[in-house]
């Protein structure tokens, strides 16, 4: 795991987006590509394997968590980079990033628009714009998709 990929994972941990699984997969993954620590080993060997003593466990590993707000600008910043980056499909990949931050309110302090207490109102407006074409509208989706690619550039540039 890269640095990036890491502290977006450490950012879904402090979100509420990971499971027990997650962190004992994360545990494997780090022994396998020949990261040792102590910790590391005892998220292995955790009987039972439930969050109440995985979750300590990982944190341990941690130097410092970040908050719950830096952790939700993490997850988007790391999703509207895939958007923006044009080789996924924008729905799919926004669709990911609404299940990672599906501990955040996006209805609280708004100002006008859901999504707008952390600037993604005018993705939030897209992704759920497509409910609105015909079924068989692929240049509506088409372009709906494009808009969101730039919408992700411009929050990319701006945040």
């Avoid at 450490?10 to 590509?33: E, F, P, Q, R, S």
């Avoid at 044009?86 to 729905?91: G, M, Q, V, W």
């Avoid at 859901?114 to 068989?136: K, S, T």
């Amino acid at each position: 795991m890269n640095g990036e990929n890491e502290d977006y994972f450490i950012a879904k941990y402090v979100a509420g987006a990971c499971d027990t699984d997650d962190l004992v997969n994360y545990a494997n993954d780090k022994l396998n590509n020949g990261v040792y620590s102590d910790e590391l080993l005892d998220i292995i060997d955790a009987e039972p394997k439930c969050w109440d003593i995985v979750s300590p466990l990982f944190e341990k590993l941690i130097a410092q968590l970040p908050s719950f707000e830096d952790s939700i600008h993490l997850i988007i910043k790391h999703h509207l980079k895939l958007i923006a980056g044009e080789k996924l499909d924008p729905f799919i990949q926004f669709r990911l990033l609404l299940n990672d931050i599906d501990n955040f309110d996006l209805h609280e302090n708004v100002t006008k628009y859901v999504g707008d207490n952390v600037g993604i109102e005018h993705l939030y407006g897209f992704y759920y714009a497509r409910d609105e074409l015909e079924v068989n509208d692929n240049y509506g989706v088409i372009e709906i998709g494009a808009l969101m690619q730039e919408e992700s550039k411009k929050w990319l540039l701006e945040h």
